[in-house]
């Protein structure tokens, strides 16, 4: 198929003119119609995933890619290679109360994981987790920032709180604080550019989703609240350089080992009425969270602590193990994103000492944040011209020539990214 190649993919010094392209993306795109990850390509009306195992990806020269969601399926070979150490066996009459522990705080919380949890964070060393510090268990991440957000805001105030974040923020903070409509808080955008003499409640994501930054509060003003979402704050992603001391901090199970399909999310509390506002909210919610994830998460955890304390394992740990698949990754994006001419770029991370791995490593982050140069859609450039789906700047608040690029995708999918980007780039040196 021959289409015209916009302006901005020709040289600098070549004449516009005709040029063919091997692959009909225009038409494969379909409107976005079309699913990746299952053996064979199909409109999405027609697909069918099993409940209990994910297809292995089988992509074609015409699929397109999706790399617009943070499905961490890149650590499915690691556990694969696990067998049976996570392995749990569940009869039929274990698990059957509402209850986990009637005199703990948080009722629904299984001790196990509870255990696994404070054990985790000491071995990594990320977060104070002493005895005084609440955990507060949820159907993942979601659910734990809706219950902060009611937790940290009051029905008597005249005004629905301000709920902002720097940007660039992540992209469901919106939606997710507007979903419900509720008369207790709304969004109000860039910390930033917030201005208001009110209360509010700033969200602090370190490091950051999108871009990989290390983040702190904007505002700090008086009558400011502050989560911090720290999801990302492990060691394959970023260096580990102190213990979190933060009065809430958010982190999941989901992007800490992979396993987003358990919805286990939990917060570090310091204030006992916080964690009290918090666990009504999930317990009129949901009644509580799935004792079989939970069960689920305090095993895997455990294991990951024990091989951190084990120094005679064979194998890698793994954080280490995460570490280097990330670190391969981006330095092989790094490659191709240099071969593009100045059309591309990515952010440069500082080198840290991380106090986990006792030594200065890079930081990998979960998410390539790509600029194009000015005055081009990002997003769109590498849907029509590639077949990679992103997520564009706009969704995360600032402007089009970024978007944000999954790294958490299988190995064929990566690949494939790999492939598309260095097809463009060929096209942008006139080969």
Same mark, same amino acid.
């Given at each position: 198929?021959c289409?015209?190649?916009?302006?901005?993919l020709?040289?600098q010094?070549?004449?516009p003119?005709?040029?063919c392209?091997?692959v009909?993306?225009?038409?494969?795109?379909m409107e976005?119609k079309?699913?990746?990850?299952?053996?064979t390509v199909?409109?999405a009306?027609?697909?069918?995933?099993s409940?209990?195992t994910?297809?292995p990806?089988?992509l074609?020269s015409?699929?397109?890619?999706?790399?617009?969601?943070?499905d961490?399926i890149?650590y499915?070979?690691?556990?694969?290679k696990?067998?049976?150490?996570?392995?749990?066996?569940?009869?039929a009459?274990?698990?059957?109360?509402?209850?986990?522990?009637?005199?703990?705080?948080?009722?629904?919380?299984?001790?196990?994981?509870?255990r696994?949890i404070?054990r985790?964070h000491?071995?990594?060393?990320?977060a104070?987790?002493?005895?005084?510090r609440?955990i507060?268990v949820g159907?993942?991440?979601?659910?734990?920032?809706?219950a902060?957000?009611y937790?940290?805001s009051?029905p008597?105030?005249?005004?629905?709180?301000s709920?902002?974040?720097?940007?660039?923020f992540?992209?469901?903070?919106?939606?997710?604080?507007?979903?419900?409509?509720?008369?207790?808080?709304?969004?109000?955008g860039?910390?930033?550019r917030f201005?208001?003499?009110?209360a509010?409640?700033?969200?602090?994501? %370190?490091?950051?989703n999108?871009?990989?930054?290390?983040r702190g509060?904007v505002v700090n003003r008086?009558?400011?609240k502050?989560?911090h979402?720290l999801?990302y704050y492990w060691?394959?992603y970023?260096?580990i350089?102190?213990?979190?001391d933060h009065?809430?901090?958010?982190?999941t199970f989901?992007?800490?080992?992979?396993?987003a399909?358990?919805?286990?999310g939990?917060a570090?509390?310091?204030?006992?009425?916080?964690?009290?506002?918090?666990v009504?909210?999930?317990e009129?919610?949901s009644?509580?969270?799935?004792?079989e994830?939970?069960l689920?998460a305090?095993t895997?955890?455990?294991v990951?602590a024990?091989?951190?304390?084990?120094?005679?394992?064979?194998?890698?740990n793994?954080?280490?193990h995460?570490?280097?698949?990330?670190?391969?990754?981006?330095?092989?994006?790094?490659?191709?994103?240099?071969?593009s001419?100045?059309?591309?770029?990515l952010?440069?991370?500082?080198q840290?000492y991380?106090k986990?791995t006792?030594?200065?490593?890079?930081s990998?982050?979960?998410?390539?944040?790509?600029?194009?140069?000015?005055?081009?859609?990002?997003?769109d450039?590498?849907?029509?011209?590639?077949g990679?789906?992103?997520?564009?700047?706009? %969704?995360?608040?600032?402007?089009?020539?970024?978007t944000?690029? %999954?790294?958490?995708?299988s190995?064929?999918?990566?690949?494939?990214?790999l492939?598309?980007l260095s097809?463009?780039?060929?096209?942008?040196?006139?080969?």
């Amino acid at each position: 198929m021959c289409v015209y190649m916009h302006p901005y993919l020709i040289p600098q010094g070549t004449n516009p003119k005709l040029v063919c392209r091997k692959v009909e993306f225009q038409s494969l795109l379909m409107e976005a119609k079309m699913v990746v990850g299952v053996e064979t390509v199909v409109p999405a009306e027609k697909s069918e995933v099993s409940v209990a195992t994910r297809t292995p990806t089988t992509l074609f020269s015409n699929s397109v890619v999706d790399l617009a969601r943070g499905d961490p399926i890149l650590y499915e070979p690691y556990w694969k290679k696990m067998g049976d150490r996570c392995k749990m066996i569940i009869s039929a009459d274990e698990l059957m109360s509402y209850f986990s522990n009637s005199v703990n705080l948080c009722w629904f919380l299984m001790s196990e994981l509870d255990r696994a949890i404070r054990r985790l964070h000491h071995v990594v060393g990320n977060a104070v987790v002493d005895d005084d510090r609440f955990i507060i268990v949820g159907n993942g991440s979601t659910q734990i920032f809706h219950a902060l957000l009611y937790a940290l805001s009051s029905p008597d105030q005249p005004e629905p709180i301000s709920v902002i974040a720097a940007a660039p923020f992540y992209s469901s903070y919106p939606m997710e604080t507007e979903f419900l409509r509720s008369r207790l808080y709304k969004w109000a955008g860039d910390a930033n550019r917030f201005d208001e003499d009110q209360a509010y409640i700033e969200v602090v994501t %370190s490091p950051n989703n999108p871009d990989g930054s290390i983040r702190g509060t904007v505002v700090n003003r008086e009558g400011g609240k502050c989560i911090h979402d720290l999801a990302y704050y492990w060691p394959q992603y970023t260096t580990i350089t102190r213990k979190a001391d933060h009065d809430v901090m958010l982190f999941t199970f989901s992007k800490a080992t992979g396993h987003a399909g358990s919805r286990i999310g939990w917060a570090i509390v310091k204030d006992k009425a916080i964690a009290s506002k918090m666990v009504t909210f999930i317990e009129v919610s949901s009644i509580g969270v799935s004792k079989e994830s939970q069960l689920r998460a305090s095993t895997i955890l455990g294991v990951i602590a024990d091989d951190c304390q084990n120094p005679k394992l064979k194998e890698v740990n793994f954080f280490k193990h995460g570490r280097r698949l990330m670190s391969n990754r981006w330095k092989k994006l790094r490659e191709v994103v240099m071969k593009s001419n100045g059309v591309l770029s990515l952010p440069e991370y500082p080198q840290g000492y991380c106090k986990f791995t006792g030594k200065y490593t890079d930081s990998n982050p979960a998410f390539a944040w790509l600029r194009c140069k000015e005055g081009l859609n990002c997003e769109d450039v590498l849907r029509e011209e590639c077949g990679i789906m992103t997520r564009g700047g706009t %969704s995360f608040g600032v402007e089009a020539t970024y978007t944000r690029v %999954s790294m958490l995708c299988s190995d064929a999918e990566f690949n494939f990214m790999l492939e598309r980007l260095s097809a463009f780039n060929g096209t942008l040196n006139g080969n």
